[in-house]
């Protein structure tokens, strides 16, 4: 058997066959570190277009169509902010998350404005074409007041583009102890 790595994926050349099978390439924490960094960018986007009165509800309607795996099946959606529908199961739940919709608690995340999202991973686990990332994420809002500090634990599958796709997203506060 021999693996040739094109576009995300390996080819394997089955023994005495002359057939090619294709087989998803493994995911890298280098590739899971760049998808955080595109969603990180994408909230930033959003933000500015809102702030400027350009289109932001295409953005955010882009972002989490090209950054979620909903059109490759289950996604796993808890954001920060959400307490009457707690999971976006759906795309469009979770565009109305960021940009406001479809759900009457969303008024937009990604609209703050945010300058900066910032990721520190606590560790990622590696396990094939998936993977998944805890820790934390820093918010920067466009006030110039302290980056908000919100604990995720994020879920990435290879896209049959080869890309990576995010189908788990938690987002939560971090825990405040009262005395």
Partial sequence: MRTHGILGFTLIALAGTG????QPAPLTAAE???????WGGALVEIGALYASGGDYKAAGA??????YGYDEG???FKPTRAEVVEFRLTEPEAVSYFVTGVDAEDHGFALAPWTAVRFENAGIILHGDEAIAMGNYYFTPADGSAPVKVDFTMGF???PDGGVLINLHHS???????H
Wanted: glycine share 0%; hydrophobic share 55%; net charge positive.
């Fill in 62 to 67: 882009r972002a989490v169509d090209t950054l």
């Fill in 32 to 38: 899971v570190e760049a998808t955080q960094a595109r």
């Fill in 74 to 76: 289950t996604v796993l």
């Fill in 19 to 22: 057939a090619l099978a294709a």
């Fill in 157 to 159: 599958i290879r896209a």
């Fill in 172 to 178: 939560s506060l971090p825990y405040t102890a009262t």
